[in-house]
């Protein structure tokens, strides 16, 4: 079993920060990219930031410049630090790993449980 664990939403005002923090736990072999995604009622789940195994790292639009994702791979943890915030930011936000377990061939997507973010204007 593994298991992906969020934490670290909350309410801040617009132009304040917050640091997202997901660990796996359980049978983890080896990750690959780690990523954070957003969730906003009525729109698709949009991809935030991915880092990769290299520590490579991409941005959607909205989160470049602002935004800074981090992986600590002893801990099998990815961090989101969000600077400056804007109330569009608000939403739900999940991470996502893709994940080879202990005795498995292959790599699978698990997702956390998603941690609230809210900006207040």
């Known amino acids: 079993q593994v298991q992906l664990v969020e934490s670290g939403g909350g309410l801040v005002q617009a132009g304040g920060s917050l640091r997202l923090r997901c660990a796996a736990s359980g049978s983890v072999r080896l990750i690959n990219d780690m990523a954070w995604y957003r969730e906003v009622p009525g729109k698709q789940r949009e991809k935030v930031a991915v880092v990769w195994r290299s520590g490579d790292t991409r941005y959607g639009d909205s989160a470049r410049g602002r935004f800074t994702i981090s992986r600590e791979n002893s801990q099998n943890a990815v961090y989101l630090f969000m600077d400056r915030l804007k109330p569009e930011d608000t939403g739900i936000y999940y991470c996502?790993?893709?994940?080879?377990?202990?005795?498995?061939?292959?790599?699978?997507?698990?997702w956390g449980q998603g941690t609230q973010v809210t900006v207040s204007s």
């Open positions: 996502n790993m893709e994940i080879k377990r202990e005795g498995s061939l292959h790599f699978t997507d698990y």
